[in-house]
């Protein structure tokens, strides 16, 4: 079993910031891609941001310059770090992370999702 935890949500003011955490426990042997996406009302889920085991990372580019991921190998924990937010960033923000299990098994888990809303 594998659980992705996520925390760090809430309302925030346009302009405000939030570091959002996911941390992963559970048989895991080591995690390759971690990321986060983001479902608002009405709209399919996009991707916001990846980052490899290495530190390489990819954004979308509605949040780049305002985003960044980062992640603690150490700690199977990762973040995202949310700057100049907008009202239309106003969604619930998912992690992700591709877990190789200690049954050597590759798979993708979910966390639970957290609400981050943005006033105008």
């Known amino acids: 079993q594998v659980q992705l935890r996520e925390s760090g949500g809430g309302l925030v003011q346009a302009g405000g910031s939030l570091t959002l955490s996911c941390a992963a426990s559970g048989s895991i042997l080591s995690i390759n891609a971690m990321g986060w996406y983001r479902q608002a009302p009405g709209k399919q889920r996009e991707l916001v941001a990846t980052?490899?085991?290495?530190?390489?990372?990819n954004y979308a580019d509605s949040v780049k310059g305002r985003f960044t991921i980062s992640r603690d190998n150490a700690k199977n924990t990762e973040y995202l770090q949310m700057n100049s937010l907008k009202p239309e960033d106003t969604a619930v923000y998912y992690c992700?992370?591709?877990?190789?299990?200690?049954?050597?098994?590759?798979?993708?888990?979910w966390g639970q999702g957290t609400q981050v809303t943005v006033s105008s």
């Open positions: 992700n992370a591709d877990v190789i299990t200690v049954m050597g098994v590759l798979r993708g888990y």
């Open positions: 980052i490899t085991r290495g530190g390489s990372r």
